[in-house]
Structure formats: structure tokens, C-alpha cells
């Protein structure tokens, strides 16, 4: 079993839904990244959260840290929103200090269609 | 937000040859980068991180004489694949991190280069 765990592997929405990508993992984290990849390979780091939650314009990351869970969600879903999104854990040893290593999630590929 | 660039963004080798890779960071120093791997539909793969001054240390199965790295300054981490052979053709694709103390805790922020494509003929 990964570390990291994603589902669903693949969405497929129509523009203007609202989308929810869940990530469960099963290690200590000091904190957990979201990354959007483009169909030409960019990556662009979303957020990094280490609780509660964070907005910027129509994404919004949770993460329950009790539960070891984050959510990534899209209001209002447009074409353009279509990439690869991979949730990545950085690692906290056991002293909670955190080396910054990031394991990643098998990533999800979203799909909007107009 | 900080910007890391990648050079080239995609090369072209003949197998034997070897390919330099830079990662720079713009706007901010980096005391450490990380050097990914990505194959088609996997996800990124660390092969080393790559640390301002002193050598790389390298993930398990990764072969340091193959992937040479160098850090020479707190913007600048390259990654040299020598002796390049069709198996190496892929996805590199570089990330530097800025670290703080928060509390007890020191937290990372991690940003991510645009990647280079690399096939090797």
C-alpha cells in the first residue's frame, strides 16, 4: 500500500460542477503540498497546508490531520482546470522536525469538458 | 511567488552522450534542491536532493556516477546525465525548497521548475 493514497485516479466533469479530490495518507506529516501538472509536464505548487484550510480564487485545500486526510476542491470547473492534480506528503520524523521530503500521491487526472 | 526556471526545457541526445540540466532559483536562494524523475502516466519519483556545498545524496537504485549533480551556489543545482542511453529518455524535473521555523517545527516550501524533457536516440 502507498503512502500516499489518491482517489478518484480519474474525474471527468462538466464546466461548471464542483469538484472534490480526496488524499488519505498514512505517514507523519509536518505538512501537505497540492500540485497541478499540465498536460506539457509543468507542475505548479497549489498549497501547502498543515491544517485547517486554504482558499485562493475557486480551489480550496482541507486537511484533517486527526483523520490523516486532505481534500482539494474546484467550485465552478472549467476546461482549463484539466491537469494532473498530485497531493504530496512531507515527511515529519519522528522528533516532528520535517527533512522536507515530499512523497507523492499517483496523482488524479481531471477531465472538464465545456 | 518564487520562481525556479529549468535549461533546457527539452534536448535531444545521441545515446553515449552526456546532458547537462540546470535548476536555478530567480528570486530566492535555496540551500537545498530536489531532483525528480517522471515516466509517462507515474507520478514523480526523488532521485536526489541536492544540497549547497556538499555532495547530493542520492535515493535508493539511483546510480550517482550516472546522475552527477552539482550545487555549486544557492541558486544553481545541475544535474548531468552521462553516458546517456535510451532508458534514461524522461521527464526531469527540479524543485527548491525555502525552509522556516515555526515553533518546534521547521516547515518547507517547496517550488517547482517547468521540467525538461530529455530523449535519447
Known amino acids: 500500500k502507498n503512502e500516499v493514497e489518491q482517489s478518484p485516479q480519474n474525474l471527468t466533469a462538466q464546466e461548471g460542477e464542483f469538484i472534490t479530490i480526496n488524499c488519505s495518507y498514512s505517514v507523519g506529516i509536518s505538512a501537505l503540498h497540492w500540485l497541478q501538472q499540465h498536460p506539457g509536464g509543468g507542475i505548479v505548487s497549489l498549497f501547502m497546508l498543515s491544517s485547517g484550510k486554504k482558499k485562493h480564487g475557486r480551489l480550496i485545500a482541507t486537511i484533517n490531520i486527526q483523520e490523516k486526510h486532505s481534500s482539494l476542491h474546484i467550485t465552478a470547473s472549467h476546461p482549463r482546470d484539466s491537469a494532473v492534480y498530485i497531493c504530496a506528503a512531507q515527511l515529519a520524523n519522528a522528533g516532528g522536525t520535517s527533512y522536507g521530503k515530499l512523497t507523492f500521491g499517483q496523482g488524479t487526472i481531471l477531465t472538464v469538458h465545456p | 511567488g518564487a520562481v525556479v526556471s529549468q535549461h533546457p526545457s527539452w534536448v535531444i541526445c545521441k545515446s553515449g552522450t552526456s546532458v547537462k540540466i540546470e535548476c536555478r532559483s530567480l528570486?530566492?536562494?535555496?540551500?537545498?534542491m530536489f531532483w525528480y524523475r517522471q515516466f509517462p502516466k507515474q507520478s514523480l519519483m526523488l532521485m536526489a536532493t541536492s544540497n549547497e556545498g556538499s555532495k547530493a545524496t542520492y535515493e535508493q537504485g539511483v546510480e550517482k556516477d550516472k546522475f552527477l549533480i552539482n550545487h555549486a551556489s544557492l541558486t544553481l543545482s545541475t544535474l548531468t546525465v552521462t553516458s546517456a542511453h535510451p532508458e534514461d529518455s524522461s521527464f526531469y524535473i527540479c524543485?527548491?525548497?525555502?525552509?522556516?521555523?515555526?515553533?518546534?517545527?521547521?516547515?518547507?516550501?517547496?517550488?517547482f521548475g517547468p521540467g525538461t524533457r530529455l530523449t535519447v536516440t
Open positions: 528570486d530566492f536562494q535555496a540551500t537545498t
Open positions: 524543485s527548491a525548497r525555502v525552509g522556516w521555523l515555526g515553533g518546534y517545527l521547521r516547515f518547507y516550501e517547496q517550488y
